[in-house]
């Protein structure tokens, strides 16, 4: 898709993750549905899941509660190396990610991995 091409428009190239910035397209903004698919809607942490949030640190946790259910739900299904990127996003972009139909989504994975490859060869 065109606008997936526009994924990395804004980009720092510093050595450490959260300095890993992604800003979606506007057109990707609008023309995507906000509330994310239905199998990430509504999943609560699991026991698990809740441990590991509350041993982050507070700035941490209370980013992850900002965001709407469906993005928190999306962040569990991720593996761990997609988590670590995930962080790595704008808040607004992790919200778009997570709302966007899944083949648009592991096109937008590919791009986020593929940048976040390149910038670990530079570091």
Do not use: C
């Not at 995930?86 to 966007?100: C, E, H, M, Q």
């Amino acid at each position: 898709m065109r606008h997936i091409s526009r994924l990395w428009a804004r980009y720092t190239a510093q050595t450490s993750l959260a300095a890993l910035t992604v800003t979606l397209p506007i057109a990707m903004l609008s023309a995507q549905p906000a509330v994310p698919e239905a199998d990430t809607a509504m999943m609560k942490p699991n026991p698990e899941q809740q441990a590991e949030i509350d041993q982050w640190p507070a700035d941490k946790r209370a980013t992850y509660d900002g965001w709407p259910s469906g993005t928190q739900s999306y962040y569990w299904t991720l593996s761990p190396e997609r988590q670590k990127m995930f962080w790595g996003l704008t808040d607004a972009d992790r919200v778009t990610l997570s709302g966007l139909p899944s083949a648009d989504r592991e096109e937008a994975w590919g791009r986020i991995e593929a940048r976040y490859k390149s910038s670990e060869r530079t570091s």
